[in-house]
């Protein structure tokens, strides 16, 4: 399990600091935790400052990093974007491991859930709109539902969710998860606290039997609470949340394939955050514009 963690934290990290694959951008640095300086030197790391000034036509745009992420990564270079075509965006670090407070999205995820519910109601109440959208990247994709189903006044608040490869029915971090059933529920337990101790709840929650798993299988049929209008974008190459993991068979929820617009892009999971292609389709489905353009690239493959 201890490998499984270092696995995902490496990942996480490779993939949001990688300057060759990214897109280029001057980046300025907003920081509110201590943050190795070494990381802070990469070049795309870095985010807009949460401006509640902003004035836009547009809902204010709340984005949500993925697990081991944080929100100077994963998904910052689409918050420049989306501020060049006139949204106002805002992030945070959420579920910050105590020991690395740059390494987000680790704990418990009910825990997690009130930070950001009540970050959505700050940007609400700051910038006076009178509904904001929710973008979220794989844990964070999770969170724009989860949250809205199980925090108070939260789905009133928001409009538009589009969760990018999110893992609804049950994470299996490619195929490792059996093994928590190699012993029956008595090994499921034991890897619960496990996961607990290592500070990776969330590895947990969103694993097949973890809290967050069951919390939507329980409310099946409703996961997507009246009133928000939720998109699920998923890559048909993603091998760590396959779609099926993804999909939300419910009325009115929208499951997007990037291959439905641009099938020779192979992007994988974790290059659903900085593929412009992906990009286009948020875009496309924040503005409800479902016929929009999407200039189609080639995404990282993993």
Not at 52 to 62: E, G, L, M, R, T
Not at 213 to 219: G, I
């Amino acid at each position: 399990m201890v490998h499984g963690f270092q696995k995902a934290v490496a990942i996480a990290l490779a993939f949001a600091l990688s300057a060759n694959a990214l897109p280029t951008q001057t980046v300025t640095k907003d920081l509110n935790f201590t943050i190795p300086d070494s990381l802070l030197d990469q070049p795309l790391v870095g985010k807009p400052a949460n401006d509640f000034n902003c004035k836009s036509k547009y809902n204010p745009v709340i984005t949500l990093h993925g697990l081991s992420a944080n929100d100077l990564v994963d998904l910052n270079q689409l918050q420049y974007k989306l501020n060049s075509l006139g949204f106002c965006t805002f992030s945070q670090t959420y579920g910050a491991h105590t020991l690395a407070p740059w390494i987000g999205g680790v704990v418990s995820m009910a825990d997690s859930a009130k930070e950001i519910a009540s970050f959505i109601k700050e940007v609400k109440s700051k910038t006076g709109a009178e509904k904001v959208d929710l973008v979220g990247h794989s844990e964070g994709g999770v969170m724009t539902l989860y949250v809205p189903l199980t925090q108070e006044g939260i789905s009133d608040i928001v409009e538009h969710t589009v969760a990018l490869g999110p893992a609804v029915h049950g994470a299996q971090y490619y195929g490792f998860t059996d093994l928590f059933y190699l012993g029956g529920q008595v090994t499921r337990t034991l890897v619960s606290g496990i996961l607990s101790v290592l500070g990776c709840a969330a590895c947990d929650d969103m694993a097949t039997g973890g809290r967050v798993y069951n919390d939507f299988a329980s409310a099946a049929g409703h996961i997507v609470q009246s009133g928000v209008k939720a998109s699920i974008v998923m890559s048909k190459s993603d091998t760590l949340v396959a779609p099926d993991v993804s999909e939300i068979k419910e009325a009115g929820v929208r499951n997007v394939f990037v291959q439905d617009y641009c099938p020779d892009d192979k992007v994988g999971h974790a290059g659903l955050a900085w593929d412009t292609g992906v990009w286009d389709i948020i875009i496309n489905e924040l503005e409800e514009n479902y016929n929009g353009p999407v200039d189609c690239t080639q995404g990282l493959t993993f």
